[in-house]
């Protein structure tokens, strides 16, 4: 499984909570790339239920990530 922030996009605004079947039901009617979708299947899920895109893609960046502070630095 390979994502990227392009491909994770895709499914961001999906109906959460979702099962990954949900999910690729979501992304084939949003035609979302065949990537996203081969990604949902190879999810080894038991059944669980997902809240939000994290819990798919742990490391999934946030919009914080994407904002520069300069009283940081």
Do not use: C, H
């Not at 605004?13 to 999910?23: G, I, N, R, S, V």
């Not at 949902?40 to 490391?59: A, S």
């Amino acid at each position: 499984m390979y994502w990227t922030l392009e491909l994770a996009s895709k499914i961001e605004d999906a109906p959460w909570p979702a099962t990954k079947e949900e999910l690729i039901d979501y992304a084939i009617r949003s035609g979302a790339p065949l990537e996203v979708i081969e990604n949902l299947q190879e999810i080894e899920d038991e059944g669980e239920i997902y809240e939000t895109i994290e819990d798919i893609w742990p490391d999934y960046p946030s919009k914080e990530d994407f904002f520069f502070n300069e009283e940081e630095y």
